[in-house]
């Protein structure tokens, strides 16, 4: 099985601070995982922890001043680096990318359906009435129902789950090995977001897609994720396949965010917290970023930890518990 | 024994753009009745635009609904005097769903704990500083962050500031509008214990908006599900998620991502 | 764990406080310097300029610049250096003063209608729409010839024309205020109306008025010097830079001096208030933008 996306040692760094007082924010460090192709791989994690900075690296739509060392091949062509133009070649065609808020990632003056067909023309040579009707095909195979008469309506005229459609049709118009979904279900509601995810694994398994989705949810996570990656504070901690995650995290981390979730542990009176704070990734941390927060910390921790692989999972820790969850 | 709060046909319609003699019209309340009793929390669920923010939002009189009635302690919101409305305002108090929103960026996170005890001249300058110092204490907050800005806050610790702010009158009812649902996971859980320990400790009441089923059920003691304006279903809060009645509350709870994960056979 | 996260939540602070600071660019610093430049120069005219504007040399007439008139005399002899300082005085005067008025009187009208709403808002906003339907020139030209011409006319003129775009923008700015929720909070924590304007709305909406009126103050110069070019501002004898750029017109070819240098204070208090505008636009977010 051919990997669609392959990272290896990803680190992202955004310069800061004052003149004088130079600084980087370190929000990704050094972070390996692969995707396969038709595979949905999770990304979870809580706000500021890196994964949208992650994504955005792939896609190479950080700002040039961005420092990004480590690779990041998307169907066994080196991404990083790229220039401009060999970027826009890739984006929407073998990488596509679905953001959260549909209206926004729609032009609000543009007949949907253009939309889709705009981005067919980008990549393809075909003939306006032919990427209409790819466009058509396309709206009926995300569920959009009468899609000639939907065609032409600007976005506004339709509702929240229907736009998040149409960005997906137009992600999947150019067949791409790779779809990178950033929290594409947050700003919808549940009985939607189902819709939403059920589309996404449906598609992937008709496309033979490689889905990298970006969530902080665990719910959603469990809904449709093969395998899972957990960040925390720019890190990768634990990748697990998603049975396996829930079953039995081994990250202290993912322990404690399972266990925060209202309704973990059936009838408890306290929901489990984690003291502390996300460190200031502006500052130099040596090891382990969860360390200062973290309940098994040992002197091991200065130094980052190495990924070892126990059963499937693979987890970045010096101190693991053994056994099942405490 | 008489509820702390009873509505009755609650309905409330607005305009919702179009021409004068084509307007259309959103009925974001149709006939919603219930009762909470003192130091009971209700947990209102609800999807977008199934009205539970405008039931909010009439339950702390600051939209007045078309027709029906809210009776807070026995008194009609609706005929109170004056002086009657600034009696009400001092005993329920809201908290807001955006940490980021909802405290004034220009005003120190302890000057807006304080706003209330100023506005109904609560104590002398000295005892409300002492008031807003215990108020910190009482939510987790360490009481020297009472100088501090909100930009210089985290999310979680504004969301504090929030409630801190809405205890200052010792309130009888809170109503809170999607309170947690812009924290991580990690930061609603401190938030939510929080809120079991103000309903322990202190008795008061709540209105706990929300779209998280989970979170409901984790807070309440009666819930209320909330669908196009309506209240489709109400009643103990074990009762309703165990045994839901209505096909809107099935169909909810069946959306609800799972707590682990569905899939037997993982794609290859 | 509460008091454990308080630690943190402290260290984290004390490192991060101080180093948040506001660094304006470049080019607001330049704005303010060029600016507070201006003013100095208009202030200190009599002692910068070494001679009456208004005294008449004929044996200077046209006469090129040198050490003693650097920058030359214009068609009756006079100074142009001092005619341009007095000239930047008035200009100023009037430019700033105008703007002020109609800062003072658009903020609460757009405070009132954009917080209240209703019939009081559809009243200031359509009365104020009426005035803003009008020509800007032409206003400024009919009330001119009802009053009578003058500096203190022409301010009056400029603030009735700029009225009603700053109360339009404070009433968009309350809009966006009023539907925080910390205005909402502050209503159902008992606040009066007048309280919620003065602490809260008014000072977290201001913002862009400030901006705007930082910006017009440049166009207010600009359409002062119109006036005062067409003889419907500032009177002569008085020195103003409208004024001179119409004595300039004709004697261009041969005494460029007369016309270029009050142009070029024009351009440069324009560009000094325009530049002021986009730094304030920045230092006035509370939030902080980067952060």
Redesign the interface.
């Known amino acids: 099985m051919t990997a669609s996306l392959a990272l290896d040692g990803l680190s992202v760094g955004f310069p800061t601070g004052a003149l004088g007082d130079p600084r980087i924010v370190s929000a990704v460090d050094g972070v390996s995982f692969t995707v396969a192709s038709g595979e949905i791989f999770g990304l979870v994690g809580e706000s500021g922890c890196g994964k949208s900075t992650l994504a955005n690296a792939i896609m190479g739509l950080l700002p040039t001043s961005t420092i990004i060392t480590g690779s990041a091949r998307v169907h066994d062509a080196e991404v990083i680096g790229l220039s401009d133009a060999a970027l826009r070649q890739m984006r929407g065609n073998t990488a596509a990318m679905v953001f959260q808020d549909a209206s926004t990632s729609l032009d609000p003056t543009w007949p949907v359906g253009d939309q889709i067909a705009e981005t067919i023309r980008a990549h393809q040579s075909v003939t306006r009435s032919e990427a209409k009707e790819k466009a058509l095909a396309l709206m009926t195979e995300v569920g959009l129902t009468d899609p000639s008469e939907r065609y032409g309506d600007a976005p506004h005229r339709l509702s929240g789950g229907m736009r998040q459609r149409i960005v997906i049709a137009a992600a999947l118009a150019n067949n791409p090995k790779l779809l990178i979904a950033d929290e594409p279900t947050t700003a919808l509601d549940v009985t939607l977001q189902a819709q939403i995810l059920q589309l996404i694994d449906r598609l992937r398994v008709a496309h033979n897609t490689a889905v990298l989705l970006i969530t902080h949810d665990l719910g959603v996570i469990a809904q449709v994720c093969d395998r899972v990656g957990v960040m925390y504070a720019g890190q990768l901690v634990e990748v697990a396949p998603v049975a396996e995650l829930f079953a039995n995290p081994r990250h202290p981390y993912t322990r404690a965010l399972l266990a925060a979730r209202p309704g973990a542990q059936s009838g408890a009176e306290r929901l489990a917290v984690i003291p502390g704070q996300v460190p200031d990734l502006s500052e130099e941390i040596a090891g382990c970023r969860f360390a200062s927060r973290c309940p098994r910390r040992i002197d091991a921790c200065a130094v980052t930890p190495a990924r070892v692989s126990l059963g499937d999972s693979e987890v970045a820790c010096w101190n693991l518990p053994t056994g099942g969850t405490e | 024994m008489t509820a702390l709060l009873e509505v009755d046909g609650l309905t409330k319609t607005f305009a919702a753009g179009g021409p004068p003699w084509r307007r259309r019209f959103v009925h974001a309340l149709t006939e919603v009745s219930f009762a909470l009793e003192a130091g009971r929390t209700l947990g209102v669920v609800g999807?977008?635009g199934s009205g539970k923010s405008t039931l909010g939002r009439c339950l702390?009189?600051?939209s007045t609904p078309d027709a029906g009635s809210i009776r807070f302690d026995g008194a009609d919101l609706g005929s109170l005097s004056r002086s009657g409305?600034?009696d009400f305002?001092?005993r329920?108090?809201?908290v807001?769903?955006?940490p980021y929103?909802?405290?004034?960026?220009?005003w120190s996170v302890g000057r807006?704990v304080r706003?209330?005890l100023d506005?109904?001249r609560i104590g002398s300058t000295l005892d409300r500083e002492q008031r807003v110092r215990e108020l910190f204490d009482r939510v987790?907050?360490?009481p020297?962050?009472a100088e501090?800005?909100p930009?210089?806050l985290?999310?979680g610790?504004r969301q504090r500031v929030?409630i801190a702010?809405a205890l200052a009158?010792e309130p009888q009812l809170i109503v809170a509008d999607e309170p947690v649902s812009a924290l991580?996971?990690?930061?609603?859980?401190?938030i939510?214990?929080l809120f079991?320990d103000l309903q322990r400790d202190l008795g008061v009441a709540a209105v706990f908006i929300t779209?998280?089923?989970?979170?409901v059920?984790?807070?309440s003691h009666d819930i209320a599900v909330m669908h196009l304006g309506r209240l489709v279903e109400f009643g103990r809060a074990s009762e309703v998620l165990a045994r839901p009645q209505h096909p809107y509350t099935r169909?909810?709870l069946a959306?609800?991502?799972?707590?682990?994960?569905?899939?037997t056979h993982?794609?290859? | 764990m509460i008091s454990q996260s308080i630690t943190a939540t402290a260290i984290v602070l004390a490192k991060s406080a101080p180093r948040r600071r506001h660094r304006l660019p470049v080019t607001t610093t330049v704005g303010v310097a060029l600016l507070a430049l201006l003013i100095l120069a208009a202030i200190a005219a009599p002692l910068l300029s070494g001679h009456n504007p208004e005294t008449v040399e004929t044996a200077r007439v046209m006469g090129a610049p040198n050490a003693l008139h650097p920058f030359g005399s214009d068609v009756l002899g006079r100074d142009v250096l001092s005619r341009v300082l007095f000239g930047l005085r008035v200009s100023l005067l009037v430019a700033l003063s105008s703007v002020a008025v109609a800062t003072l009187i658009a903020v609460p009208l757009g405070l009132i209608a954009g917080y209240f709403g209703g019939w009081l808002d559809s009243l200031i906003s359509r009365s104020l729409d009426m005035l803003l339907v009008l020509p800007a020139l032409l206003l400024a030209i009919t009330l001119i010839a009802i009053v009578g011409p003058g500096s203190t006319v022409a301010a009056l003129a400029i603030a009735i024309i700029y009225l009603p775009i700053l109360a339009r923008v404070m009433r968009t700015s309350t809009l966006v205020v009023s539907r925080q929720e910390y205005v909402l909070g502050s209503r159902s924590r008992g606040a009066s109306a007048w309280r919620i304007l003065s602490s809260h709305v008014a000072p977290n909406a201001i913002g862009p008025v400030i901006v705007q009126a930082s910006v017009l103050s440049g166009f207010a110069l600009q359409l002062e010097a119109a006036l005062s070019f067409l003889g419907l501002g500032t009177q002569p004898p008085t020195p103003s830079l409208g004024g001179m750029l119409a004595d300039g017109r004709d004697v261009l070819t041969q005494a460029p001096w007369v016309e270029i240098y009050p142009g070029l204070a024009i351009a440069l208090a324009v560009v000094a208030f325009s530049l002021l505008g986009d730094g304030l636009r920045r230092a006035l977010d509370p939030t902080g933008v980067a952060s």
């Open positions: 999807e977008s702390l009189a600051l409305l600034a305002r001092r329920v108090q809201p807001f769903q955006d929103a909802s405290l004034d960026p220009r807006s706003e209330a506005v109904f987790g907050l360490n020297e962050l501090r800005m930009r210089q985290s999310g610790q929030g702010a009158t991580d996971v990690s930061v609603q859980a401190q939510l214990n079991r779209h998280d089923l989970s979170v059920e984790h807070i169909s909810l959306a609800v991502p799972p707590a682990i994960p569905t899939r993982p794609h290859n």
